[in-house]
């Protein structure tokens, strides 16, 4: 069945750069494209970006100069990698896959807390 | 970016009474291709995201005909006939029109 499974470092400090992979199964990663969005603790839904099914990214620009999505195909994976993190950054962070049905699965998500 | 604001904030409703909640876009959310890519999501607490609307008014597979969407342009409207203990938590509208995405604020949904 579709599943999708992030993972990460649960504690990155402050300026460093974060590392998330997102390992899916189920489906393929040239079939369907992955989303990550992320939720602050106690706030709201914010989308982050895209790996679209033939391997091109968008971004959110508020997230794009320091935001980067990229895929291996071969282990079905999906990695998040963001620069010069701040404690704002703190968040779950979740991928998930879309149609044009919407978000129809999305991993449990990982809790990042950007503290010294 | 197109702003999604979602009304109420919050809401308390009775068991079997009726919710509505509010999505009203900055800009039009009909796409170039006719479609309005306007989905609702429900956060159960501690859960993520489920999809229970999408194309403004279609509902997800396995999500009770009690869940209503309607709405076009930059008005759209969730409604929940008799609720029921397990529709706790936060609703989310989010449009996929236009880049970059953007969810609304959120609507927490109480049982009284």
């Known amino acids: 069945q579709v599943q999708l499974k992030e993972s990460g470092p649960g504690l990155v400090q402050p300026s460093q750069t974060l590392s998330l992979t997102c390992t899916v199964s189920g489906f393929s990663l040239t079939s369907y494209h992955v989303h990550w969005v992320r939720q602050p603790p106690g706030k709201g839904l914010e989308w982050m970006g895209v790996?679209?099914?033939?391997?091109?990214?968008s971004y959110n620009s508020a997230l794009k100069s320091r935001l980067s999505i990229s895929r291996d195909t071969s282990k079905s994976q999906v990695f998040l990698k963001m620069s010069s993190l701040q404690t704002e950054d703190t968040a779950t962070y979740y991928c998930a896959r879309i149609t044009t049905r919407g978000f129809d699965y999305w991993g449990q998500g990982v809790m990042v807390t950007v503290s010294s | 970016d197109v702003v999604l604001t979602q009304t109420p904030v919050s809401l308390s409703v009775t068991l079997g009474d009726q919710a509505s909640i509010s999505c009203r876009s900055s800009q039009s959310l009909e796409y170039s291709d006719g479609y309005t890519y306007l989905e609702w999501y429900l956060q159960k607490p501690g859960q993520s995201p489920q999809l229970l609307i999408y194309g403004v008014s279609n509902r997800f597979s396995g999500v009770p005909d009690r869940f209503i969407g309607s709405g076009s342009g930059t008005d759209f409207t969730l409604k929940i006939s008799r609720v029921e203990p397990e529709d706790l938590g936060v609703y989310y509208c989010?449009?996929?029109?236009?880049?970059?995405?953007?969810f609304g604020s959120g609507t927490k949904l109480e049982i009284k």
């Open positions: 989010f449009q996929a029109t236009h880049d970059p995405l953007t």
């Open positions: 790996m679209w099914s033939d391997g091109d990214t």
